[in-house]
């Protein structure tokens, strides 16, 4: 897998000041939704035509209390940041939304 999974909120902040093209997977382990689109996410991490965005699996109850996570109103939510500024954000297991994020973040 070519996803960084940051365990706690150091973590997360840690990773996401790298910068560049990045997309935030927000799941939990309690949640359907989330276990049916993260196969789809896991492919698009390991596709090397998307080699240019770093991707990151957070499960939102090991980090609940950073910023990124607190914002959100279900799982799961993805979230498509651009050098530190957010581009586009979605929140579903909608795989056809996914595949035009992460289109959309190689463009950049």
Request: with cysteine; hydrophobic share 40%.
């Amino acid at each position: 897998m070519v996803y960084a999974e940051p365990n706690n909120t150091s973590e997360l902040t840690e990773a996401l000041q790298g910068g560049g093209k990045q997309l935030v997977y927000l799941t939990a382990t309690w949640c359907g939704p989330c276990r049916q689109i993260a196969p789809h996410f896991t492919k698009a991490s390991d596709d090397a035509a998307n080699a240019s965005i770093k991707f990151f699996k957070v499960d939102i109850d090991k980090c609940n209390d950073h910023p990124i996570v607190k914002d959100v109103t279900g799982v799961p939510t993805f979230i498509a940041l651009h050098n530190g500024t957010q581009i586009d954000v979605f929140s579903g297991a909608n795989l056809t939304r996914l595949n035009t994020l992460v289109a959309k973040l190689v463009a950049a």
